[in-house]
T-cell receptor, first 117, second 115 residues
Framework: AQTVTQSQPEMSVQEAETVTLSCTYD???????LFWYKQPPSRQMILVIR??????QNATENRFSVNFQKAAKSFSLKISDSQLGDAAMYFC??????????????FGTGTLLAVQP | GAVVSQHPSRVICKSGTSVKIECRSL??????MFWYRQFPKQSLMLMAT?????????EQGVEKDKFLINHASLTLSTLTVTSAHPEDSSFYIC???????????FGPGTRLTVL
């Protein structure tokens, strides 16, 4: 069974600095997606970034980028120029790319990010 | 992105009563909807997956007779917590997806408190 591990329950970063959140996963599949979701205090889940496993190029979205190491099964999120609004719980998630309607997101345990002014 | 709504956002009920939570996809047809439960400072726990017009598929350990899920249309799924007890108090989140491989969009969640 696939698993997603986030080993950092809490992280802290100074405003305008850079922080990296770690995520590792376990799967025997080769075709899958990886995601980072943000859950601010409002608890609305927001998709931050998505990576397709067959793409070697790391995904980027403005200040957010990932370091995808497929062989190592690692998928870290880098937040550059951190802003107060980045403070949230961040979840790493995996989804296989087959199985039709039954495929589902598998979430890690989350990393709570605090941004210090 | 697409919008998913949930109603109500908060509900307080007495022990032994039933509570219904609605999840709607406002601008797309949701062929698949998911229901999650989340405890404070914890991850999302998938309770069940429902496809329009079919019976929901429940995750192991989730009581299907207690958490009734109906996905009667392509824009609406409901979760009914039957005979609620204080231990059912939690934050319930739905998400919806069009097709099997598209992005999932999340609702804002419903906080259930059972007294």
């Amino acid at each position: 069974a696939q698993t997603v591990t986030q080993s950092q329950p809490e992280m802290s970063v100074q405003e305008a600095e850079t922080v990296t959140l770690s995520c590792t996963y376990d799967t025997s599949e080769s075709d899958y997606y990886l995601f980072w979701y943000k859950q601010p205090p409002s608890r609305q889940m927001i998709l931050v970034i998505r990576q397709e496993a067959y793409k070697q190029q790391n995904a980027t979205e403005n200040r957010f980028s990932v370091n995808f190491q497929k062989a190592a099964k690692s998928f870290s999120l880098k937040i550059s120029d951190s802003q107060l609004g980045d403070a949230a719980m961040y979840f790493c998630a995996y989804r296989q790319n087959y199985g039709g309607a039954t495929n589902k997101l598998i979430f890690g345990t989350g990393t709570l990010l605090a941004v210090q002014p | 992105g697409a919008v998913v709504s949930q109603h109500p956002s908060r509900v307080i009920c007495k022990s032994g009563t039933s509570v219904k939570i609605e999840c709607r996809s406002l601008d797309f047809q949701a062929t698949t909807m998911f229901w999650y439960r989340q405890f404070p400072k914890q991850s999302l726990m998938l309770m069940a997956t429902s496809n329009e017009g079919s019976k929901a598929t429940y995750e192991q350990g989730v009581e299907k007779d207690k958490f009734l899920i109906n996905h009667a249309s392509l824009t609406l799924s409901t979760l009914t917590v039957t005979s609620a007890h204080p231990e059912d108090s939690s934050f319930y989140i739905c998400s919806a997806r069009q097709g099997s491989y598209n992005e999932q969009f999340f609702g804002p969640g419903t906080r259930l408190t059972v007294l």
